[in-house]
């Protein structure tokens, strides 16, 4: 089967540095996205890896391991406006999405 | 403001009926997706169309079914209504050779009584 884990919550404070980690397992790997959901909002693509290693795009950066089926997304220099649901979602074969369940993001000031 | 329209926001409706969601894409995207959002689901795809021709097809059941139009909207038709159909439904396009960089509408909220 397809499978994505993420932890379901996370809390920081304004300011801070915040690593949201996703695991996968899926049948075909093509490269992992990330995306963030304010309430009621609809998904915004942030990230792309397809490689390992580490991107970076302002205050966003996205870190992929094949060989551990494993990544992260680091959130730095926190903002209040950066509570939301972040997802991870891996293309597979046929060009599929698999997006995990998704993790809840609180700042507090 | 993705660029990617859906219609209508809301809708309610009885079991057992019919109902049709509208999607257009961005300027210039082939390529739309749909998705259902329910809380205890997450986000699911559903299925993929590029250029009016099904691409790829995830967790779609049989009484759900799309198509893409010559001018690239595309619309879900999701037929015989349970009140486990009720959801948010997305839908997403992307540019040529991004795939995984996809722009969600606002989503229409469907509501099965």
């Known amino acids: 089967g397809q499978s994505l884990e993420q932890p379901s919550e996370v809390t920081a404070v304004e300011g801070a540095i915040v690593q949201i980690n996703c695991t996968y397992q899926?049948?075909?790997?093509?490269?992992l996205s990330w995306y963030q959901q304010h309430d009621g909002g609809a998904p915004t693509f942030l990230s792309y890896?397809?490689?390992?290693g580490l991107e970076e795009t302002g205050r966003f950066s996205s870190f992929l391991s094949r060989s551990d089926s494993y990544g992260y997304l680091l959130l730095q220099e926190l903002q209040m406006k950066d509570s939301a649901s972040y997802f991870c979602?891996?293309?597979?074969?046929?060009?599929?999405?698999?997006f995990g369940p998704g993790t809840r993001l609180s700042v507090l000031p | 403001d993705s660029g990617v329209t859906q219609t209508p926001k809301h809708l309610i409706t009885a079991t057992g009926q019919r109902v049709t969601l509208r999607c257009s894409p961005r300027s210039g995207d082939l390529s739309v997706y749909w998705y259902q959002q329910s809380l205890d689901q997450g986000l699911q795809f559903l299925i993929q169309y590029y250029n009016g021709e099904e691409r790829a097809k995830g967790n779609i059941l049989e009484r759900f079914s799309a198509q893409q139009f010559p001018d690239l909207h595309s619309e879900l038709n999701l037929s015989s209504l349970e009140l486990g159909d009720s959801a948010l439904y997305f839908c997403a396009s992307s540019g040529e050779g991004v795939p995984y960089e996809q722009y969600f509408g606002p989503g229409t909220r469907l509501t099965v009584t």
């Open positions: 979602a891996v293309r597979t074969h046929g060009q599929n999405f698999v």
């Open positions: 899926t049948s075909g790997f093509y490269g």
């Open positions: 890896n397809a490689l390992d």
